[in-house]
């Protein structure tokens, strides 16, 4: 497989364990032992939809590279058989198609799971991996926007849609991300049973982690708001953001709600979703917060996770000093 542009997969990444499976370029053995990890993945693990579906891309990709690579479907006995080199091979084919260094750790992480599961149950033993290291990724801290920027998008997410049920709901999905600091599949996997919102929020976050998150006053009336308006009947077990034919709101709805609002703000396409919640933690820690709180806020299972905010709010108060202090300021000459 030597093109540098990979086509597209044929099937669902989001589907059942066997649906997912059965995209795989393997044999028959194989494609029972993907369907077995994603099982597990999903019961077991109680990985995100979206976790789930980064690895199997990753399967469907490493697959396809070893049906060219051995000229054929690869078996259970191929697998436990594959060298350093065949590894490094696909790594490299990967950079050919244009992962990042991040995507390739991520992918090196999804065959020593998957690797790792083969040998839990028995099926195949392969130590090649573990002499393989991991790709050195770029240190990088979030990029969130600025306290005026995020309420200006939280304020202007009622403006764009002419329906006033769909304004109201984009209102509330901003500020819940902004206020509560959720993650966009956090605030989208929530139910009706979840409503009316009280003085706190129930979260299950990644790794099933949960956490109990506070839910301010605008947050509570822009929820409530988007419930009064709804047309579509909202029962308890039914998810509580819904797309103009009822069914739960797709992540990428708001993707493209936020870059329209950027476009309009002159904001950079950094403000994502995600930013909304970098800004929750990175404002939290200027106006005081300890990082503890906001770890527990967040969600985050190591403290290192929250620490990376502390950058940020050095880097911005440098910028002030730089801009701002009488030294800066005194005329030369």
């Known amino acids: 497989m030597a093109g540098s542009t990979p086509h597209p997969l044929k099937g669902s990444l989001n589907g059942t364990p066997d649906e997912v499976a059965a995209i795989i370029a393997g044999a028959d053995t194989a494609v029972s032992a993907v369907a077995s990890y994603i099982t597990f993945l999903t019961s077991e693990k109680r990985a995100s939809p979206k976790t789930i579906e980064n690895y199997a891309r990753d399967l469907v990709r490493f697959f396809e590279f070893l049906f060219d690579h051995l000229e054929g479907d690869a078996s259970l006995q191929d697998l436990a058989t594959l060298s350093v080199g065949d590894f490094r091979a696909f790594l490299a084919h990967r950079r050919r198609d244009g992962l990042s260094?991040?995507?390739?750790?991520?992918?090196l992480s999804t065959l020593r799971g998957f690797y790792g599961h083969l040998e839990r149950e028995n099926l195949a033993t392969n130590h090649a991996l573990k002499r393989l290291k991991s790709p050195k990724i770029p240190h990088s801290i979030p990029k969130p926007v600025s306290e005026t920027a995020a309420l200006s998008l939280v304020e202007d997410a009622g403006t764009i849609s002419a329906e006033p049920w769909v304004a109201a709901r984009d209102t509330a999905i901003t500020t819940l991300l902004y206020a509560c600091g959720l993650r966009i599949a956090e605030a989208l996997s929530l139910?009706?049973?979840d409503a009316p919102l009280s003085d706190t929020l129930r979260i299950i976050g990644k790794?099933?982690?949960?956490?109990?998150?506070?839910?301010l006053p605008a947050a509570?009336?822009?929820v409530d708001q988007y419930i009064a308006l709804c047309p579509h009947p909202l029962d308890s077990d039914e998810p509580?953001?819904?797309?103009?034919r009822g069914k739960r709101l797709n992540p990428r709805e708001v993707?493209?709600?936020?870059?329209?609002l950027r476009a309009r703000l002159g904001l950079p396409d950094t403000a994502t979703p995600h930013a909304l919640r970098?800004?929750?933690?990175t404002?939290?820690?200027?106006?005081g917060g300890d990082l503890r709180s906001i770890q527990e806020l967040l969600g985050h299972a190591s403290l290192s996770s929250t620490q990376v905010y502390t950058e940020v709010d050095t880097n911005r108060l440098r910028e002030i000093y730089d801009k701002a202090h009488p030294a800066q300021l005194r005329p030369k000459g």
Do not use: D, Y
């Open 101 to 107: 260094a991040k995507s390739i750790a991520r992918t």
């Open 207 to 215: 790794g099933n982690k949960e956490r109990i998150v506070p839910v």
């Open 220 to 222: 509570r009336e822009a």
């Open 278 to 281: 970098h800004s929750f933690a």
């Open 283 to 287: 404002h939290l820690l200027s106006a």
């Open 191 to 193: 139910n009706q049973s």
């Open 255 to 260: 993707q493209k709600l936020m870059a329209i």
């Open 240 to 244: 509580l953001f819904v797309g103009v």
